[in-house]
């Protein structure tokens, strides 16, 4: 029994922590499935692996290793970054690698409806894999208000949703 909850202990990640966690080259097939989902054209890999911090001449070594075969030149660069060849934790790039570092690099090659699409994955909706933050606009009337009345206590029924998912996510019993 003991075995089996140490075992679960990744799974019990919130969205914040999965966006963040620091990923590996054994995490290379969730990185190329989110990609898909969002998706990303293969054909974009050197523009993306440039903004990950890749040098110019791994990318021109790649494409010819991979006789310009887009599929296997995009794998190879996302493994690449996954092994931090180039030195692409440096911070004048994205950082470590993470989902979170990888949708800021979509952003800045001008693929932020990609990044979005991955950050929704992890229930944020920007390359930073946040929440957004709580306008300060008064809410108005609209489907997921609580009530009809202007929205009291603004509670809505995505905030609820989202803390229901927290609670479930963490193992806590209502």
Not at 92 to 113: D, T, V
Not at 156 to 172: A, E, F, M, P
Request: aromatic letters at 4%; hydrophobic letters at 30%; a neutral charge.
């Amino acid at each position: 029994m003991a075995l089996e909850s140490i075992g679960n202990v990744p799974n019990r990640l919130n969205d914040d922590q999965r966006i963040e966690k620091e990923l590996r080259v054994a995490d290379l097939r969730e990185v190329m499935q989110k990609l898909r989902k969002a998706e990303f054209k293969k054909g974009d890999w050197k523009d993306l692996g440039r903004e990950l911090g890749l040098h110019e001449n791994t990318l021109d070594e790649i494409n010819e290793n991979q006789s310009g075969n887009i599929d296997k030149c995009y794998i190879k660069c996302l493994t690449k970054w996954l092994e931090r060849a180039d030195q692409v934790d440096d911070d004048k790039y994205h950082g470590r690698p993470s989902f979170n570092s990888l949708c800021a690099a979509l952003e800045a090659i001008e693929k932020g409806a990609i990044a979005e699409r991955i950050s929704a994955m992890f229930g944020g909706n920007s390359s930073e894999g946040k929440k957004p933050a709580k306008s300060t606009k008064p809410k108005t009337d609209s489907p997921t208000t609580k009530t009809g009345a202007g929205n009291k206590g603004n509670v809505t029924k995505s905030d609820n949703q989202y803390n229901l998912i927290n609670v479930i996510s963490n193992g806590l019993v209502i």
